[in-house]
């Protein structure tokens, strides 16, 4: 499979040309603001979006050095750093693995590496993923940061939901809301700009539920959709499951708490999906390559212990991020699931 975009797709983000407008517009304009916020739901495209942002601001590949480009050459070196994550004048900032929040230091870094002169680009860019995730004094560091910023500095910030962020951080930034897009639109992306083969192409529109950015991951990475397959192959079989052994799954699944939030996101498709089958809807389903294991546990469990199982599973969600702990969390939930001989 070809996982390399064409040169031709530019910023290489199908569905938001909206969002990519406003931008390229400031940059046109020069009126590059010095803060963004990238909203819209988990696995959209929003860290893809502000790579890209940060690509354009820094492409070199004009030969007019006077004409500031609005779209990344996506050759030059300056955008295959960018592209591979080691351009020195761009810098993320995220949770670490081990943490639960992101911390004060790591914004008092940001504010350290901001005030130094740029190595090899006209701007320091900082992205800082899931920026909902700063403790309050972090929020309180950045937020000086915003009020006083250096003049090549720029802050991209993403989160799913700009109410998860203090009011004083949203007023000093320029919001680019990202939208949910259809499953054809998606298909029509993979097969255009990333050449992947129809049948492949539907199947990952389909189960990327309108988000872009999963659908780019899942053509990069084939693990994405073999573990995919292996969680729901587990989800299938745990209503048949001893307590002992629905435990042992949730120690096993509870070791790697970074992707925790993304099983979640895969059962509660599946239940949902269930609660559509049941309901005789299943042309509406996501999982589209499961459709008759889906067919065959909707008659077994029905719509009303479907919907019960996707209340499990969002206070299961509700309870991690007050900070229970995920095995704990876990465990609770397989001892909400239902029970098959």
Wanted: contains cysteine; hydrophobic residues 45%.
């Amino acid at each position: 499979m070809n996982t390399q975009p064409t040169q031709a797709q530019g910023w290489g983000i199908v569905g938001h040309e909206r969002s990519i407008d406003i931008l390229r517009r400031t940059i046109a304009a020069q009126q590059v603001r010095h803060a963004y916020l990238f909203t819209g739901p988990p696995h959209i495209g929003k860290g893809l979006l502000a790579h890209r942002f940060a690509q354009t601001l820094l492409c070199t590949g004009n030969p007019d050095p006077l004409v500031v480009p609005t779209n990344p050459c996506n050759t030059c070196l300056a955008c295959r750093k960018v592209m591979h994550e080691n351009h020195p004048d761009v810098h993320t900032v995220k949770k670490a693995p081990d943490k639960q929040f992101i911390l004060i230091e790591q914004i008092r870094g940001l504010q350290s590496d901001s005030a130094r002169r740029t190595l090899e680009g006209r701007r320091n860019v900082f992205i800082i993923h899931n920026a909902h995730e700063m403790n309050m004094q972090a929020a309180n560091c950045l937020l000086k940061t915003l009020e006083e910023p250096e003049p090549d500095v720029i802050l991209l910030l993403t989160v799913p939901d700009a109410g998860l962020l203090l009011p004083t951080i949203l007023s000093r930034v320029q919001q680019i809301p990202m939208q949910l897009l259809t499953t054809a639109r998606i298909k029509i992306a993979l097969e255009q700009q990333w050449e992947v083969e129809a049948e492949e192409a539907e199947l990952i529109a389909a189960l990327a539920a309108g988000r872009m950015g999963w659908a780019v991951e899942a053509v990069e990475k084939d693990e994405l959709l073999d573990e995919r397959k292996s969680q729901l192959d587990l989800l299938a079989k745990l209503p048949s499951h001893n307590k002992i052994q629905r435990f042992d799954a949730a120690q096993r699944l509870s070791a790697d708490t970074e992707k925790v939030d993304a099983l979640l996101d895969l059962w509660l498709l599946w239940w949902r999906d269930l609660v559509l089958a049941s309901n005789d809807c299943l042309d509406l389903t996501v999982n589209v390559d499961m459709r008759d294991l889906l067919k065959k546990q909707a008659a077994k469990f029905g719509s009303a212990e479907a919907e019960r199982m996707i209340r499990a599973i969002l206070s299961t969600r509700e309870a991690i991020e007050q900070n229970v702990n995920a095995r704990v969390a876990l465990e609770v939930l397989m001892l909400d699931m239902p029970k098959i001989s």
